[in-house]
């Protein structure tokens, strides 16, 4: 997509009578400045990068700053390389882990060396053997996976300011879970549905 300009970009197909937005702005992708602008006070915004590109970093950062909504986004990539450099041009914007990071995370505080030697290590999984990938794959298998699910843990994250998000809650036993467990917040793709929860 980067190598396209946004006249370049597809409509998109409109189904339906559309009650506040006119046909032609329901069509287009709106650019990132479109969101922010009629971002509403008390919703956050999650922005993925999947390249990696300073300028990308520097434009989207001034669009957020130009909106004032420094306080109503996240910003991350599942590539951790990404996020070192997001976290390195503005610490203040948070990110969202990615895998690796998680597994850190968790690996730490079972092996109780979260409170003392918070590291980061992107690359922890890229060169294991194949036993511990299919062991990992094994003890966090489930949706989330059971080893994943610690009220201590998440009760000591959020003690430390990090949010504790659970992805792809799309159902009621879900919603009931993250709940339970204490998360900061759930990402959905049934925003509808959420919303009237």
């Keep these: ?48 990068f999947k390249q990696d590109s300073w300028d990308l970093i520097k434009r989207v950062h001034e669009a957020i700053h130009d909106k004032k909504k420094v306080g109503s986004v996240f910003w991350f990539s599942l590539i951790e390389k990404i996020n070192r450099n997001l976290r390195k ?25 979260l409170y003392t030697s918070p590291i980061r290590s992107e690359k922890a999984l890229e060169k294991a053997p194949d036993w511990l990938k299919r062991f990992l ?16 843990l998440f009760t ?26 204490g998360v900061t917040g759930v990402i959905t793709d049934r925003v509808s549905w959420l919303t009237k929860t």
């Design 156 to 181: 000591h994250l959020r003690r430390r300011g990090v949010y504790v998000i659970f992805l792809g809650v799309n159902t009621e036993e879900e919603l009931l879970m993250a709940e339970r467990y």
């Design 89 to 113: 041009f503005d610490p203040d914007i948070p990110t969202v882990t990615s895998i690796p990071g998680m597994l850190t995370i968790l690996l730490q505080y079972y092996l109780c060396l």
């Design 1 to 48: 997509i980067h190598d396209c300009s946004f006249k370049e970009l597809p409509k998109i197909k409109v189904t339906g009578k559309p009650k506040d937005y006119s046909k032609a702005e329901l069509e287009n992708i709106p650019r990132l400045s479109d969101l922010l602008e009629i971002l509403p006070e008390n919703v956050s915004v999650i922005i993925e």
């Design 137 to 152: 794959a094994y003890v966090f298998r489930g949706k989330p996976p059971f080893a994943m699910l610690s009220k201590q």
